[in-house]
């Protein structure tokens, strides 16, 4: 087979790129998407920008899938709606039950209240017609989900065909993933292969139109062990910690942990012994940065 050689381009080129992008910037032409917490805002360029890669990591149970869901529609109410559109292939959870998840969020009401699970509880008719408006308001966002789990290449063919309808033609796309791990393999692939294979399809990907990667991620084990939580030198989520940390690190634009320490037992966080009651540790390992937010996730 005979090969085609690779595209390139003059250094004018990409000259005339950044500086009218400078200057869109700087103009207001070209904005970030702004996300209700500020500390994240300002590590990340003002928001989430287009042609980015953001990995949102975390132990199980640290609220990842809760914090990417509510970023899924609080885009929406802090940003003109028309200016993007959200792909998000929900491979972990039930796109209807990612929609309870949202109602819960905006009701301020426990998925298990809304769903009448305690004994001798059950949501009243009042309380059902609040949760019959705002999900009428839901419904109106343009979120399109992919429920089931799908290979490399079947993602990026989505992600194409996808890009190429009426509705997407023109906009942002942000393109979320929960999670890498659930990412199918051709028959006999190693984990790891496969999460690298994803990473370099998304590096790709992100250079297309203005296209924006949320990807969430799995941390390992190791920081859950005793001897890290007993020293307090070691409590920080550390690159090696990221399942297949390499190649998410390479393809990440933002790199972001998740962490509840409380989780884990601590109660003094860190050298500084910073406090961990109803607290969530936002770390950007590749800027070497954290900020913190208030517990706004389900207990």
Partial sequence: MLLKPLKYKHISEPTNEILKYIDSR??????????????????????????TIYTVAGISGSGKSSFVNSLETDLFDLNDKNEFIVLSFSFEMLSSKQVGRKLSYKLNKTTQELYSGYTNYKLSDYDYKKVQNT????????????????????????????????????????????HTLLTKGKSGEAERSILANLQYMFM????????????????????????????????????????????????????????????????????????????????????????YLKHYMEN
């Fill in 135 to 178: 999900a009428k308001n839901i419904e109106n966002y343009p979120i399109y989900y992919v429920d089931m789990p799908g290979t490399v290449d079947e993602i990026r063919h989505t992600i194409l065909e996808f890009s190429k309808e009426s509705f997407a033609k023109n906009k942002r796309l942000i393109i979320m993933l929960d």
């Fill in 26 to 51: 700087r103009k207001g032409q070209i904005r970030s998407l702004k996300t209700k917490w500020r500390k994240f805002n300002d590590q990340c360029m003002g928001g989430i920008e287009p042609n």
């Fill in 204 to 291: 790709e990907i992100k250079k297309y139109n203005k296209n924006t990667i949320i990807q969430l991620s799995q941390m390992n084990r190791d920081i859950e062990a005793k001897e890290r939580i007993v020293n307090n030198s070691m409590h920080f989520p550390m690159r090696r910690d990221i399942f297949g940390g390499d190649s998410i690190f390479q393809a990440s634009d933002y790199l972001i942990v998740l962490h509840r320490p409380e989780m884990l037992g601590i109660t003094e966080y860190g050298m500084s012994s910073l406090p961990t009651k109803d607290l969530v540790y936002m770390h950007f390992l590749n800027k070497n940065e954290l900020v």
